[in-house]
């Protein structure tokens, strides 16, 4: 069964353009919200995380929206830059375990 | 080492071979995670050992699925009778605590070939 699902599946952005990504879980015992980015080749690396006590969390160019009656929430990459692309890994966990359920991914390239 | 350590990098076995692939963990760190990786899709995940609890085997895929962890520390996806479905990528993860909210530190992964 598929807890969080992600979309777009593929995303193309112009340099300096906003990159949203969205997320949609199921299991409202979620209480962790993390976002990995993973570059070819490597492993995931955690990027920014929230929960669900706050409606939004920043962290220079990143920036989670948590939308807790709609179970949704989103990563908004500002002032895109090609360093950028990579696949991006929205995940959950309940708050008895460590184990994250990641959604589908999304491929991010940033042109030029 | 600095960081989650597993081997091989990449594994290239004939179908009905059995496999070992190997974590070793950020020391200290008591949770440690297996997932797989499908070309184009997500992190599936696979098992969870926290500390000296019984682990979390719910998402082996199948009986020919097990791992264990020594001593606390190093772990050993094992695969027996690999079939061609197997060919993934094999991701460990560990954290200092096996709590929701702390960090999961990820190794670079084994590629399995499965021909």
């Known amino acids: 069964q598929q807890q969080v699902k992600q979309s777009p599946q593929s995303l193309i952005v112009q340099k300096g353009g906003i990159s949203i990504i969205n997320c949609a879980y199921e299991n409202t015992a979620f209480d962790y919200f993390p976002w990995y980015q993973q570059f070819p080749g490597k492993g995931p690396a955690l990027l920014i995380a929230?929960?669900?006590?706050?409606s939004e969390k920043k962290e220079g160019r990143f920036t989670i929206s948590f939308n807790k009656s709609a179970k949704q929430f989103s990563l908004h990459i500002m002032d895109s830059q090609p360093g950028d692309s990579a696949t991006y890994f929205c995940?959950?966990?309940?708050?008895?375990?460590?184990?994250?359920?990641f959604g589908q991914g999304t491929t991010l390239q940033v042109k030029p | 080492g600095a960081g989650v350590s597993q081997s091989p990098s990449n594994k290239v076995t004939e179908k009905g071979k059995d496999v070992e692939l190997r974590c070793d963990p950020i020391s200290g760190h008591t949770a440690l995670y297996w997932y797989r990786q499908s070309l184009g899709q997500g992190l599936e995940f696979l098992i969870y050992?926290?500390?000296?609890?019984?682990?979390?085997k719910s998402g082996l895929p199948s009986d020919r699925f097990s791992a264990e962890r020594t001593g606390g520390s190093v772990s050993t996806l094992t695969i027996q009778r690999t079939q061609q479905e197997d060919s993934a990528v094999y991701l460990c993860?560990?954290?200092?605590?096996?709590?929701?909210?702390?960090?999961?530190?990820f190794g670079q992964g084994t590629r399995l070939t499965v021909v």
């Open positions: 993860a560990s954290s200092f605590s096996g709590l929701s909210g702390t960090e999961a530190f």
């Open positions: 929230i929960r669900p006590d706050v």
């Open positions: 995940a959950a966990s309940k708050s008895n375990t460590g184990k994250l359920i």
């Open positions: 050992f926290q500390g000296n609890s019984a682990p979390d």
